[in-house]
């Protein structure tokens, strides 16, 4: 029994060296990575960001559909108004 527990107890401790020789490469990868993709991050975002000239567009354009919206409501409003009574 003890041939085959030190047969078990050497595969457990290649096992183990093996994990450990991964787990320190992905610790000294890590550090790159995080850089390198926040900086991906960045570089894919910035054109997609919207310039202060297109946000007031956006922001003009919001505004005249509430106002619109509000305005319609409210000739709804009377128009049924003014049938029910």
Same mark, same amino acid.
């Given at each position: ?16 060296? @093996?994990?450990?020789?991964? $787990?320190?490469? #992905?610790? %000294? &990868?890590? +550090? =790159? !990575? @995080?850089?390198?993709?926040? $900086?991906?991050? #960045?570089? %894919? &975002?910035? +054109? =997609? !960001? @919207? ?35």
């Amino acid at each position: 029994m003890s041939s085959s527990g030190e047969g078990v107890m050497s595969d457990v401790l290649k096992r183990l060296g @093996a994990m450990e020789t991964s $787990v320190a490469t #992905i610790t %000294a &990868t890590i +550090p =790159h !990575l @995080a850089k390198q993709s926040a $900086v991906d991050g #960045i570089l %894919a &975002t910035l +054109p =997609h !960001l @919207a310039t202060k000239a297109d946000l007031y567009a956006m922001e003009s354009k919001i505004i005249e559909w509430i106002i619109a919206t509000v305005l319609t409501t409210a000739g709804l409003v009377f128009t049924i108004a003014k049938f029910v009574h």
